[in-house]
C-alpha cells in the first residue's frame, strides 16, 4: 500500500508559506494527500508537523532546476501509486522597481522561477495528469496579468505567459481529458507583499487586502468546475475586461494612480 492510500493527491509548489500553504491545509483538512515542495525546508517541516507525516509529502525543490522537479515527482509519484489529481504550480517570487534600475539577473531569476519553473512541472508531472482521471493542471497567475503593471513590469510579464499558457494548454490536454486553469490574485495576505502596501491598500474594491485561505477556497471550487480563469476577488475580472477593450486608458489611469 502506498502512503496515499487511494486518496486523491495534490501536488503544490511554494507550499512552505502564503497562498501554497493554505491551500495544503484545506486540502489535507479534506481528506487529501497532499505533497508540498519549495526552497523553504523550515516552513516546509512546520507544514509536515502540522498536517502529520501520514497525511503528506514534503521535499525541497527549488522549481527552476527541472532534475530536482524530476526527483521531486517521482518521490510523489511513489508516495501516490502514479496518482496526481491536482498540480498546482504557486511557487514565486517579486521584485520590484522601475525596469531601468533593476539588474538583468533579477529580471532573469523571476523568469527562471515564475515562467521556467511552472514550465518544469508541467512537463514533468503530465504523465502523471494523464493518468489520472479528471486531473487539473492549476498555476498561480496575478492580477498584474490583467495589464502589465508599471514597477513589475518583468514579473507582470511573467504572469501574462503563465496566463497565455494555461489558455493555449487548457485546448491541447483536452487529448488528455486533464483541465487547465489559473488564479489571477489581486492583493494577498502573505509573505510576498512589502508590509506597506498591505498597509496602505485600500479598505474596497479589487485591490483590497485578502486572505490567503480565499485562494485555497478557489484552487478547491477550480476542482469542481471548467472555468479557466479565476480571479480573488472576483471584481478582478473588470479589470480584465476593461484591459481588453480601452487599455490606453486603463494604462493611463494605473499611471496617474502610481504617479508615474
Ligand atoms: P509567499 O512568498 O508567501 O510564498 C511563495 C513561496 O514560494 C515561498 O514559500 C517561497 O519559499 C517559495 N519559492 C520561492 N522561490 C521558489 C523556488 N525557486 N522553488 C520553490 N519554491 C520557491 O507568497 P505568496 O503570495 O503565497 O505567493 C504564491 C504565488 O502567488 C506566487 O506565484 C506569487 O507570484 C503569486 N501572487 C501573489 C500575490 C500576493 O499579493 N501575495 C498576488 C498575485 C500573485
Known sequence: MTQAMGRQSIFITGAASGMGRETARLFSQQGWFVGAFDVDRAGLEALQTELGA?????????????????????????????????????????????????????????????????????????????????????????????????????????????????????????????????????????GMPAEDMLASAPPKGPFRVIEAIEVARTVWEAYQSETLHWFVPSELADLDKAAGNTPEQLRDKLGAHMKI
Open 54 to 190: 501520514d497525511n503528506c509529502l514534503v521535499h525541497a525543490l527549488d522549481v527552476s532546476d527541472k532534475g530536482q522537479f524530476e526527483a521531486a515527482i517521482a518521490a510523489f509519484s511513489t508516495a501516490t501509486g502514479g496518482r496526481m489529481d491536482i498540480l498546482f504550480n504557486n511557487a514565486g517570487i517579486a521584485m520590484r522597481g522601475f525596469f531601468d534600475e533593476m539588474p538583468l539577473e533579477d529580471q532573469l531569476r523571476m523568469i527562471q522561477v515564475n515562467l521556467v519553473g511552472v514550465l518544469n512541472g508541467i512537463y514533468t508531472a503530465l504523465p502523471l495528469l494523464k493518468a489520472t482521471p479528471n486531473a487539473l493542471c492549476f498555476t498561480t497567475s496575478s492580477s498584474s496579468a490583467t495589464m502589465g503593471m508599471p514597477l513589475i513590469a518583468v514579473y507582470a510579464a511573467t504572469k501574462h505567459a503563465v496566463k497565455g499558457l494555461t489558455e493555449a494548454l487548457s485546448n491541447e490536454f483536452r487529448r488528455f481529458d486533464v483541465r487547465c486553469a489559473d488564479v489571477l490574485p489581486g492583493l494577498i495576505r502573505t
